[in-house]
């Protein structure tokens, strides 16, 4: 895996929700140093400092890994949990019901099989 790439996906994120790297690395109770360190590519993040850092810029995993994951369903449900989170409470309905009621007729088409 190419550090480069992560760390620059890293900086971006940063960047556009208006942190600096001591802000951010604040937020994610890491060394302001090695957040550097990650965004430059020089260093690969542990697990649950991935983690903090997706949570505190609000990005996905998968957005961070996106070069890396080279599965298109993996991209579909990053597309779905966009769409879910931005969504209204009355929007989540009426997609809860659709969702439910297209898989009801997948479900029949698959018992007239």
Known sequence: ME???LG???NIARK???LTSEKLS???NINA???RQ???GSG???LPVFISICNELKVSPSYMLSEFLHDPEIQRMDELWKIWTTATPKQIKLISTMIHSALE???EEDRAE
Request: with cysteine.
């Open 38 to 40: 990650l965004e430059s």
């Open 3 to 5: 550090n480069n790439s």
């Open 26 to 28: 604040e937020l994610c």
């Open 105 to 107: 007729c997948v479900k």
């Open 33 to 35: 140093t090695y957040l």
């Open 8 to 10: 620059r996906k890293i």
């Open 44 to 46: 690969m993040p542990s």
């Open 16 to 18: 556009e929700r208006g």
